[in-house]
């Protein structure tokens, strides 16, 4: 069993960063490939970034070159690095694990789902 907490969402205006962090409790964590999803209001969950155990990175075209994703084994925790924020980045922010392949990135392939982080962008 895996348990997931996110922090370090808020406010930002559009052009700006925020760090997003995931705190994993559980046992072999550095075996879990990670995400981070998000959810806009009325909008389905989709796939933001992945990174696998190895240290692989996935990224929506949406963000690639703006975001970044790291893991740090050591301290059971997932980041996402957000940069230039735009305000269609606005959503909740949720962290996932799955254990297993990586491929595909979908939310119900995810096995362990954090409560989500908000994040508003203001233009």
């Known amino acids: 069993q895996v348990q997931l907490v996110e922090s370090g969402g808020g406010l930002v205006q559009a052009g700006g960063s925020l760090r997003l962090s995931c705190a994993a409790s559980?046992?072999?964590?550095?075996?879990?490939?990670m995400g981070w999803f998000r959810q806009a209001p009325g909008k389905e969950r989709k796939f933001v970034a992945a990174?696998?155990?190895?240290?692989?990175?996935y990224y929506a075209d949406s963000v690639s070159g703006r975001f970044a994703i790291a893991r740090d084994n050591a301290q059971n925790t997932v980041y996402l690095q957000m940069n230039n924020l735009k305000p269609e980045d606005t959503a909740v922010y949720y962290c996932?694990?799955?254990?297993?392949?990586?491929?595909?990135?979908?939310?119900?392939?995810?096995?362990?789902w954090g409560k989500g982080t908000l994040v508003t962008v203001s233009s």
């Open positions: 990174i696998s155990w190895s240290g692989s990175t």
């Open positions: 996932a694990a799955k254990s297993g392949s990586t491929v595909p990135w979908t939310p119900v392939s995810m096995h362990y």
């Open positions: 559980g046992r072999f964590f550095s075996s879990y490939a």
